[in-house]
């Protein structure tokens, strides 16, 4: 028994100090620079795909690890505003699935495609793999309001799970026609409609 657990406290404590040298850095990043530094190494990514992305500043949160930007504005085949957007990454989470996972909430949001739907505040939980994007914990409370979760496939480019409903203003009801060529959008007998597809 010795000569197994032995080498089991061993790893552990190497983890362990992993962990907190880890946790030490998280601490005291310079959160405002890493996200200046992640937006603009984001720009020329997504202009590349034919999505422009503006920002009118980042700042870190007093306080708490992560950062805001402010005046977010992505676009592309439909334009996305944020008055404001906080990043908040999850260590713990993200030793755990071995993957980056980080909070995210923000406030003044919308989009517009060919009319302006506020879509409000709201947050999520991301989980970043190379063989899944998961969307979890999805809640927005403007007119137009989003609840649930959504899976996406990046090597597809697609939405390989979902199961979020959705509350939509009767004068957008003419764009979800539109978007259920592109998206998994189902409308029920009442007129309620939802994002799903299961595997």
């Known amino acids: 028994m010795k000569f197994i657990k032995k080498p089991l406290i061993l790893i552990l404590k190497f983890l362990l100090l992993i962990i907190g040298f880890c946790a030490a850095l998280w601490i005291f990043l310079p959160w405002r620079e890493v996200g200046g530094a992640a937006v603009s190494l984001a720009r020329p990514m997504l202009e590349q795909r034919g999505v422009r992305l503006n920002f ?57 495609m060919g009319q302006k739907i506020n879509f409000g505040d709201g947050s999520l939980l991301l989980t970043a793999s190379p063989n899944n994007i998961l969307i979890e914990r999805l809640r927005t409370n403007g007119d137009f309001a989003v609840n649930g979760f959504i899976a996406v496939d990046p090597a597809k480019a697609r939405i390989s799970r979902a199961e979020a409903s959705l509350s939509v203003p009767q004068e957008f009801e003419g764009n979800m026609q539109t978007l259920q060529n592109f998206l998994p959008l189902v409308k029920d007998k009442n007129g309620n409609w939802f994002l799903r597809r299961t595997q």
């Open 56 to 112: 009118a500043g980042v700042r870190s949160q007093s306080g708490e690890q992560g950062f805001t930007i402010d005046g977010l504005e992505i676009g592309g085949m439909m334009n996305f505003n944020f008055d404001s957007l906080t990043i908040q990454p999850q260590i713990l989470d993200s030793l755990m699935n071995f993957a980056p996972v980080c909070s995210i909430r923000f406030r003044g949001g919308s989009m517009t």
